[in-house]
């Protein structure tokens, strides 16, 4: 059955089209846009000036426990202000991959791109630590306040830094080629609470109660957007007999 469209408000998210050529290339590599590259190239910049201020606040702190007495609390204060710009920094910088992802072939680069959040955050915790447990004018209750709290930035900053699925060309070329060949073209729809793209907008999942609005675009944009990196079960398996009963239509017609 075709696409019989939804009720739904159906926004159309712009940015992110490729020219004919680059269609046929996309089957083979993926290729991120010019607007996608200077997007990526903006945020990467910004994570990078999040991580220096954060690892400054790190050299702060660590100046400070040179300070006889130690301040607690301004000690903790910086440990949080390195967690925040830590943070920020991550998000930002794993944001900028999925919008100009790095080749799985390219494996050190591939990940160092992907885990860079997880080891800028080693660097802006662990030093930090280690001086706070060996510090001599520390007392034990200063330590175990403010070690504690670090430690539990480190695993915040770390755990936020890992990107658990990282976004690869490889993987965007073959999910689009996939959409490609169910559908004919790289058009996919999907929500803002959604966790899978679907091939057509009138799908079930997507058209509940719950639902406001449907946004469609391309593989790479619901990636980019949302992270979202699965296609639904069910738009997969309609598509595929739909294309069966075209493919014994077509054979039928010839054998007549």
Known sequence: ?????????????????????????????????????????????????????????????????????????????????????????????????????????EKIKFFIQNQLGLIISIIAFL?????????????????GIAGTIAIIALLIAGVTGIDFNPPSQEQYAMQTAQVKTLMGSNLVYWTKSGTRYHLYSDCYHINTNKTDEIFSGTVAQARELKNINQLCDTCRKRAEKENLLKTDKSTETKKE
């Open 1 to 105: 059955m075709p696409d019989k469209g939804t009720k739904k408000k159906l926004t159309r998210v712009k940015g992110g089209e490729v020219s004919p050529t680059e269609n046929l290339k996309s089957a083979e590599k993926f290729v991120a846009s010019d607007e996608s590259k200077s997007r990526a190239k903006s945020l990467r910049i910004f994570a990078v000036i999040s991580w220096i201020i954060a690892i400054g606040f790190e050299v702060g702190a660590i100046f400070l426990l040179k300070k006889v007495p130690v301040s607690t609390v301004w000690l903790i204060v910086l440990i949080v202000a390195d967690l925040i710009f830590a943070v920020i920094g991550s998000l930002l910088w794993k944001k900028s991959n999925r919008l100009d992802p790095a080749s799985e072939k």
């Open 127 to 143: 030093p930090l630590i280690i001086l706070i447990f060996t510090n001599k004018d520390l007392d034990g209750k200063q330590k």
